[in-house]
C-alpha cells in the first residue's frame, strides 16, 4: 500500500486546515491515521480512524478541534485542523495497517507511511 499525503503549509494561530491522504488500494489495513513528528521530537500519535466502521480515536492535544474522516471510495483519509497553534507545527504524516483497537493510537500498528506534509503554524 503507498500514501501519498499533502495539504499542508504555512497558516497563522487560529486558522484552518485540511490534510488528505491518498491510499493506492483499499484493503491490507483495518485503520488509518495521522502521525506528526515536531523537530527535535519523537513522532506522535495524532487521530486515528478505523477503516470499516469509522470509529475515531485523537490524541488529547488535538481533541476538539481536529478531526479525522475518510472516503471509502477513493481510498483517503483526511484530517480537518481548526484553531490551530504554534505548538501543531511538525511534519504531518498519514499511516496504514492492520492494526486493532489496542494498537490504533502506536507506531507500531502501522506498516504503511506516507512521505509526510509539513505544517508550520506563526503566531
Known amino acids: 500500500v503507498q500514501l501519498q499525503a499533502c495539504g499542508g503549509g504555512l497558516v497563522q494561530a487560529g486558522d484552518s486546515l485540511r490534510l488528505s491522504c491518498a491510499a493506492s488500494?483499499?484493503?491490507?489495513?483495518?485503520?488509518m491515521a495521522w502521525f506528526r513528528q515536531a523537530p527535535g521530537k519523537e513522532r506522535e500519535f495524532v487521530a486515528t480512524?478505523?477503516?470499516?466502521?469509522?470509529?475515531?480515536y485523537y490524541a488529547d492535544s488535538v481533541k476538539g478541534r481536529f478531526t479525522i474522516s475518510k472516503n471509502n471510495a477513493i481510498n483517503t483519509v483526511y484530517l480537518q485542523m481548526n484553531m490551530l497553534k504554534p505548538e501543531d507545527t511538525a511534519v504531518y504524516y498519514c499511516?496504514?495497517?492492520?492494526?486493532?483497537?489496542?494498537?490504533?493510537?502506536?507506531?507500531?500498528?502501522?506498516?504503511?507511511w506516507g512521505q509526510g506534509t509539513l505544517v508550520t503554524v506563526s503566531s
Open positions: 480512524i478505523r477503516w470499516n466502521g469509522g470509529h475515531t
Open positions: 499511516a496504514a495497517g492492520r492494526s486493532i483497537m489496542s494498537t490504533s493510537a502506536t507506531l507500531r500498528g502501522y506498516n504503511y
Open positions: 488500494e483499499g484493503t491490507g489495513y483495518t485503520y
